[in-house]
């Protein structure tokens, strides 16, 4: 008996499904059954289904109040196979691999859609089945002899399957959705904002910053023109290069304090909002659409609602249900941690070894205590700093932890001369990413990131065809595409965890995770969530003594946790 299925949707609500061997062949007879959903339910034996796209068939059994285990995401695998071999861009649908496979054309992939908000629905629209069943089978089993081509088969496996648990916790946090107070955001942006006028225009507040603009600068401005507010400083013999925000704080003028306070609130308008709560929160709960690995470095994005940059202000609206907790965690130090499993630096993995504040073991061990230099020197490590202070005390930090530096300045050589970079699991950096005038902005890392980033300032996320500014991209590639995939590591680990209780994981970014559970439940959850951490670590990179602490918090409201 094989606790491995293939499952396809076929005609009406049928399915056809097939167990499979070691080598990802049929190792019995296609089946075709009346109901999908009942197919599943009646055979809770499988340890792992494999299907064409997770969007594709795992809402609907969701819907029918049924949970799988595990699963294997053809089109998700496809797209990391694809990356490992040096063709990311390539079509990576089970249509498009089964063409290759025949030599056939291969035809382009279907446009993600829009986002629906508070939709359950998959992310693309539905698609006639352009493969067959035995095509499918194919793909799986010649997907099965790539893995074992890759550079290390053991990690990619690991990836592929982590990457399919990530596709699964995606789905159902959208079907759970995260606890909104529609009545406390409403109050929020009152406060914030002010009163609305009539005819969708900008509410009172707003209205009156536009204006102590406009009287700082003796004329009519428009806060929100980027290029008006540049040539009023102009004109006031003050030059400026952009609206950022770090440029705007250097600058002697009465206009910009209304000025940020307008950007901040404009954003919070703009972003989160009376017309976004309306779109966004139904029956109390905020659904977007998670794309895991949505980002080339694997971290993950939304199809619209902006769920991965909730206002701290704003977050005052997440609010548990009564009698229920939200156990806010945050990864300690994630990436200097990921840095030191990953270089096998033994004095990195000596500090990254507890599980009290790193940067203050490093500041003791190569600092003199400065904690501040500390943070500076590995910081630049990871980002590429290179140049002023931080040179010099990445010149200290190469001294006493040289694996660790040597492995980022690898990557960055790596990038630089045009070759792939890969995490340690395997994820791959394409060969080039971004260029014109779309350079500053990696699929996922939105533009408003760019825009407050300080002269000089990596941004995570940004590529460049340009050698030097490729070569920064890579150096951070490695270290930030490692923690995400201990993060799909991580989070397979706390779902396996918490299967049995009424706990429900409801969000999830980069480094942070949160769980809506019953009060009496609450530190049960947040136990597993720090053995959830260091149990990632191990399967990631092996017994190494790296630590991978949470600070985590029990609370009422979202804005409590920080």
């Known amino acids: 008996m094989t606790d491995r299925w293939a499952l396809a949707p076929a005609e009406g609500d049928g399915a056809l499904l097939v167990p499979l061997g070691p080598d990802g062949l049929p190792a019995g007879e296609v089946r075709h059954e009346a109901d999908l959903v009942a197919a599943v339910r009646s055979r809770p034996e499988v340890g792992r289904w494999v299907w064409r796209s997770t969007d594709e068939i795992y809402p609907r ?11 294997y995401d053809i089109e998700d695998a496809e797209l990391l196979l694809l990356g490992h071999e040096g063709r990311l861009g390539e079509p990576r649908s089970a249509a498009a691999a089964w063409a290759r496979l025949h030599h056939a054309p291969v035809p382009p992939d279907p446009p993600q859609r829009a986002a629906e908000p508070g939709s359950q629905s998959p992310l693309f629209e539905p698609q006639p089945t352009t493969v067959p069943f035995p095509g499918l089978l194919e793909v799986y089993a010649e997907q099965q002899r790539r893995h074992e ?40 942006l009152h406060e914030l904002l002010g009163e609305r006028y009539a005819g969708g225009g900008e509410p009172r507040r707003l209205a009156e910053l536009a204006d102590e603009v406009s009287a700082a600068f003796g004329r009519r401005v428009r806060p929100d023109l980027p290029a008006d507010v540049v040539k009023a400083f102009a004109q006031a013999g003050v030059k400026v290069r952009s609206t950022r925000r770090w440029e705007l704080e ?14 901040k609130l404009y954003r919070i308008w703009t972003a989160h909002g009376w017309g976004w709560l309306q779109d966004w929160v139904r029956d109390g709960r905020f659904r977007p659409e998670y794309l895991p690995g949505g980002a080339v470095s694997g971290r993950w994005t939304t199809n619209g609602g902006g769920a991965l940059q909730i206002p701290k202000v704003i977050r005052r609206a997440v609010v548990a249900d009564d009698g229920w907790r939200l156990v806010v965690a945050d990864a300690d130090q994630m990436e200097p941690r990921v840095l030191a499993a990953i270089s096998r630096d033994p004095g990195l993995m000596e500090v990254a070894g507890h599980a009290d504040d790193l940067y203050t073991r490093l500041s003791d061990r190569a600092f003199s205590g400065d904690r501040a230099h500390a943070k500076l020197a590995l910081l630049g490590a990871i980002y590429g700093q290179s140049s002023g202070d931080g040179l010099k005390k990445l010149a200290a930090l190469r001294r006493r932890f040289p694996l660790a530096v040597a492995y980022v300045d690898d990557a960055a050589r790596a990038g630089e001369e045009g070759r792939l970079v890969r995490t340690w699991l395997g994820r791959t950096s394409p060969r080039a990413a971004g260029a014109g005038e779309d350079d500053g902005e990696e699929a996922g890392i939105p533009q408003e990131t760019a825009e407050d980033a300080a002269p000089g300032e990596f941004v995570p996320g940004y590529a460049s065809t340009n050698a030097r500014a490729r070569g920064r991209f890579t150096r951070n590639f490695v270290v930030q595409g490692s923690a995400a995939d201990w993060a799909l590591l991580m989070l397979a680990a706390l779902r396996r965890a918490t299967a049995d209780m009424r706990a429900e994981l409801v969000f999830f970014q980069h480094d942070e995770v949160i769980v809506h559970c019953p009060a009496e439940e609450a530190e049960v959850v947040a136990e597993a969530i720090r053995a959830a951490g260091d149990l990632a670590g191990r399967i990631a990179f092996g017994e190494t003594p790296v630590r991978f602490p949470f600070t985590t918090a029990v609370v009422e409201r979202y804005s409590d946790a920080k």
């Open 61 to 71: 059994l969701l819907a029918a109040g049924v949970r799988v285990e595990r699963c």
């Open 149 to 188: 081509a890759a550079e290390h088969p053991g990690r990619m496996r690991l990836l592929t399957a982590a990457e399919s648990a990530g596709m699964l916790v995606a789905a159902e946090m959208n079907r759970t959705g995260l606890p909104w107070r529609a009545d406390v955001h409403r109050e929020l």
């Open 250 to 263: 250097e600058i002697d003028h009465p206009a910009v304090a209304p000025l940020i306070a307008y950007k």
